[in-house]
């Protein structure tokens, strides 16, 4: 898991979508979580996706805002985020599990993206 693109400033209310590009392995075998870290705050659980797309799970302070997808031909998955607010404003990972005994918990995955800033203005 490699590339992430996407982040940047917004206002609140606004839209960004993230994207997180893997290469080197075989994508669809991978279950993708999303999670982000606020400053001074715990690394959270966003969503998550399984291999083949099927099935998405979210947290309840994202749910109904943000939509992730994944496209296994382009070996990307997607993060749409909707209503933004400033309590969004993270850096936010990508990471990926053959099989996570534990789909909510960061320690499930075993590659993780770099990150990319969103910064949500009020």
């Known amino acids: 898991v490699q590339l992430q693109g996407g982040g940047g400033l917004v206002q609140a209310g606004g839209s960004l979508r993230l994207s997180c590009a893997a290469s080197?392995?075989?994508?669809?075998?991978?279950?993708m979580g999303w999670f982000r870290q606020a400053p001074g705050k715990e690394r959270e659980f966003i969503a998550s996706i399984t291999w083949s797309g099927g099935s998405t799970y979210y947290a309840d302070s994202v749910k109904g805002r943000f939509t992730t997808s994944r496209d296994n031909a382009k070996n990307t998955v997607y993060l749409q985020m909707n209503g933004l607010k400033p309590e969004d404003t993270a850096v936010y990972y990508c990471?990926?599990?053959?099989?996570?005994?534990?789909?909510?918990?960061?320690?499930?995955?075993?590659?993780w993206g770099q990150g990319t800033l969103v910064t949500v203005s009020s």
């Open positions: 080197g392995r075989t994508f669809s075998n991978y279950f």
């Open positions: 990471a990926a599990s053959r099989i996570p005994s534990d789909a909510v918990i960061g320690a499930s995955y075993e590659y």
